[in-house]
C-alpha cells in the first residue's frame, strides 16, 4: 500500500509559476515510477509527466513539454512537478500517481495508485 499526498496548489496569474509536490509513503519510493496527471472541470483525467525510479527517464504529454518539468528526490520520498508560463488552460486538480513504469503510466496504464489531488487554478 502507498499513501500520497500532494501540496503547492493554489489561484495565481496566467503566465506565473507554481511547485506542486507529492510525498509517498508506505514503500521503498525508489521502487517505482510516479507521475502526473490532471483533471480540469467537465473533462477526462488525462497525463501530465511521468519518472522513473531513479529519475533517469522522463515523459511528458507533448503539448506540456518546455513548459513543466517532473523530477524526484528520492531521500525525501517526493515528486515534483514545475510548472512554469501557466495558461488559464492549465487550471485542473492535479493527481500525483504511482505506477509500474515511467512508460506505462504515460500511457495511463498500471497505475496502481493515486494522490487525492491538488487544485491550481489560473486566472487571465
Known amino acids: 500500500q502507498v499513501q500520497l499526498v500532494e501540496s503547492g496548489g493554489g489561484l495565481l496569474q496566467a503566465g506565473g509559476s507554481l511547485r506542486l509536490s507529492c510525498t509517498a509513503s508506505?514503500?521503498?519510493?525508489?521502487?517505482?515510477?510516479m507521475g502526473w496527471f490532471r483533471q480540469a472541470p467537465g473533462k477526462e483525467r488525462e497525463f501530465v509527466a511521468a519518472i522513473s525510479r531513479a529519475g533517469g527517464v522522463t515523459y511528458y504529454a507533448e503539448s506540456l513539454e518546455g513548459r513543466f518539468t517532473i523530477s524526484r528526490d528520492n531521500a525525501k520520498n517526493t515528486v515534483y512537478l514545475q510548472m512554469n508560463t501557466l495558461k488559464p488552460e492549465d487550471t485542473a486538480d492535479y493527481y500525483c500517481a504511482v505506477g509500474d513504469s515511467a512508460q506505462a503510466i504515460s500511457r495511463n496504464r498500471a497505475v496502481n495508485y493515486w494522490g487525492k489531488g491538488t487544485l491550481v487554478t489560473v486566472s487571465s
Open positions: 508506505g514503500r521503498t519510493f525508489s521502487t517505482y515510477a
